[in-house]
């Protein structure tokens, strides 16, 4: 499975726009870029994902660099709803199972 | 409209005790999957189906067993409890493979090994 580094922690301003980078250099023509986030004591929820292109939806926006290398989840004005971890996960299109492999995360914080 | 239900939401064993999580999906999805959370940790894949009947290991089956009779239910089976299991196990469905299917997560089931 291709990995991806995402930064341990971030934090945020309440109603400010937050931007999580995510590292995936060793990405494959077939993988898919997914975003989950976990709020506390919950299971994870799915955020959004894309291929090549920019994609947004009502949660967020994912900007994805032209070599596919590296991207990042926008939250457009950070609330505290937010606080959560933020997960970049290389989903491969082809794979049987279409399993999730899940890293570390990245912990958002957000301040009022 | 339940989504994905796991039961119990909390337990507490002894070393060497046996129980089993249920995870019931009401979405008609083919895929189940079973992850494991330490703290602090990200989720590792325990067992997955890809339909009824067909099972498959993941990154961390041992001291496990899972079956899949039906499409809307993936029990996980812990059997001889270890220390070693006490974790948060979180089950997710997703429909038919597709790179747009996003998993869908209970919330999961928190279990102490004593």
């Known amino acids: 499975d291709a990995k991806t580094t995402q930064p341990n922690s971030m934090e945020s301003n309440e109603e400010e726009p937050v931007h999580l980078p995510c590292n995936h250099s060793?990405?494959?023509?077939?993988?898919?870029i997914h975003w989950y986030r976990q709020l506390p004591s919950q299971g994870p929820e799915y955020v959004i994902h894309?291929?090549?292109s920019n994609v947004n939806n009502r949660m967020a926006s994912l900007a994805i660099a032209e070599d596919r290398k590296s991207s990042t989840l926008i939250l457009h004005r950070a609330t505290l709803r937010d606080a959560a971890v933020y997960y970049c996960?290389?989903?491969?299109?082809?794979?049987?199972?279409?399993?999730?492999?899940f890293g570390a995360g990245t912990i958002l914080r957000v301040k009022s | 409209n339940a989504g994905v239900t796991q039961t119990p939401k909390f337990r507490i064993l002894k070393i060497g005790q046996s129980m089993t999580l249920q995870c019931t999906q009401d979405?008609?999805?083919?895929?189940m999957y079973w992850y494991r959370q330490d703290p602090g940790m990200g989720l590792k894949l325990i067992y997955y189906?890809?339909?009824?009947?067909?099972?498959d290991k993941g990154e961390v089956p041992n001291g496990y067993n899972v079956s899949r009779s039906t499409t809307e239910d993936f029990p996980l089976r812990l059997e001889l409890a270890a220390p070693s299991q006490t974790s948060v196990y979180f089950c997710?469905?997703?429909?038919?493979?597709?790179?747009?299917?996003?998993?869908?997560f209970g919330n999961g089931t928190r279990l102490t090994v004593t």
């Open positions: 894309g291929l090549t």
């Open positions: 060793t990405i494959s023509g077939t993988d898919y």
């Open positions: 189906s890809v339909g009824a009947g067909i099972t």
């Open positions: 997710a469905s997703s429909t038919s493979p597709t790179y747009n299917s996003p998993l869908h």
């Open positions: 979405m008609n999805h083919n895929y």
């Open positions: 996960i290389l989903r491969d299109s082809v794979e049987y199972g279409n399993k999730l492999v």
